[in-house]
């Protein structure tokens, strides 16, 4: 599962997704993740959930890629209220073993990387795997590293 992000990140995770699913019977799914300004707005048209033009244009490149390395695709809208519990929960729904998702950068640098540990930690609980994808200047420069979680025994915060 790779979590929508800006197109040269999502398109690093896509390859990246590719590159680790060669030679099993995967698919590559990509998540949109909406965020819902009410709870009880969840599951309705009210949120607003939809493709803009540029992420359709998109998609298409990213299937192209997957397409290329002999990989399913598959797009995904999950509305959300909480970051962190969407990504489970989103991850739980399409069944994955491997999630790239790009942690919001906070200004308390702690907070960020205490985001991806616990998210690290809910995924190993379903054998999910964590890629951290990094945000990228307008320049397509990698922003600093906002994760430096050490590895636990079971399994690690993977940076991309």
Not at 47 to 53: D, E, I, K, R
Not at 57 to 74: C, D, H, N, P, Q
Not at 104 to 112: A, E, T, Y
Request: proline content about 4%.
């Amino acid at each position: 599962m790779v979590q929508l992000a800006d197109r040269c990140t999502t398109l690093e995770a896509v390859h990246s997704a590719c590159a680790l699913s060669q030679g099993e019977q995967s698919k590559v799914i990509l998540v949109k993740l909406v965020p819902v300004p009410r709870l009880a707005w969840l599951g309705t048209e009210l949120a607003g959930a939809n493709f803009t033009t540029q992420e359709a244009l998109e998609f298409m490149e990213y299937a192209r890629v997957t397409s290329a390395y002999g990989i399913a695709f598959g797009v995904q809208l999950f509305q959300y209220v909480t970051w962190q519990d969407a990504i489970v929960q989103a991850a739980e729904y399409v069944g994955a073993q491997i999630v790239f998702a790009a942690v919001p950068m906070s200004r308390v640098g702690l907070w960020s990387r205490f985001q991806a540990w616990s998210l690290q930690r809910q995924l190993a609980k379903r054998d999910s795997q964590l890629y951290v994808m990094h945000h990228r200047t307008v320049t397509g420069e990698v922003m600093p590293p906002i994760v430096s979680a050490a590895p636990t025994s079971s399994s690690a915060v993977r940076e991309i």
